[in-house]
T-cell receptor, first 114, second 115 residues
């Protein structure tokens, strides 16, 4: 079975500050990992994905994430927060092979202070 | 950019009534999914569908739920006799090919409120 843990429910940063959203996973097989973002009243939009190529993955809107197998982590970072980054962020894991259902963490709400 | 569309955006239904949630996946996608998110909880997988068959379903997807691809464009989720606990945001997703490394593209969701 696979699972994702996103500690904390809310992160608040100042505009221009570093964004760090944590994600730890549990998987019995090599995982595929995803970060999705949800803006108010919208669906889930793919930010980036790890699929066993480079361990440092770059996504849209200046976000990146690093896969660390030894720490079973896939934390999301952005060097400088922008007001438009305020949203809910979900980490998700999928198994390899044909089983492609996503298992999500509970999400983290990011607030950006002016 | 092509997108997944879901209708209606909000559905209010009396308990015990049937409800159908509709989705139009991206046109060249072949794999379809339904997820739901109860307020304050995780997004949960319900069912995946390919080639007019259910590929996988969760324990949530009991006999009250069904999915159908009635034509070449729509993908529907039916709840036969709604319960209060079915109140949630329901998301449809699609992917071009199968495999855990393939991104799933999500619609904006249907908020289902059961009274």
């Amino acid at each position: 079975a696979q699972s994702v843990t996103q500690l904390g429910s809310h992160v608040s940063v100042s505009e221009g500050a570093l964004v760090l959203l944590r994600c730890n996973y549990s998987s019995s097989v090599p995982p595929y990992l995803f970060w999705y973002v949800q803006y108010p009243n919208q669906g889930l939009q793919l930010l980036l994905k790890y699929t066993s190529a480079a361990t440092l993955v770059k996504g849209i809107n200046g976000f990146e994430a690093e896969f660390k197998k030894s720490e079973t982590s896939f934390h999301l970072t952005k060097p400088s927060a922008h007001m438009s980054d305020a949203a809910e962020y979900f980490c998700a894991v999928s198994g390899t092979g044909a089983n492609s259902k996503l298992t999500f963490g509970k999400g983290i709400t990011l607030s950006v202070r002016p | 950019e092509p997108e997944v569309t879901q209708t209606p955006s909000h559905q209010v239904t009396q308990m015990g009534q049937e409800v159908i949630l509709r989705c139009v996946p991206i046109s060249n996608h072949l794999y379809f999914y339904w997820y739901r998110q109860i307020l304050g909880q995780k997004v949960e997988f319900l069912v995946s569908f390919y080639n007019n068959e259910i590929s996988e379903k969760s324990e949530i997807f009991d006999d009250q739920f069904s999915v159908e691809r009635p034509d070449g464009s729509n993908f529907t989720l039916k709840i036969r006799s709604t319960k209060l606990e079915d109140s949630a945001m329901y998301f449809c997703a699609s992917s071009e090919v199968r495999g855990g490394n393939q991104p799933q593209h999500f619609g904006d969701g249907t908020r289902l409120s059961i009274l």
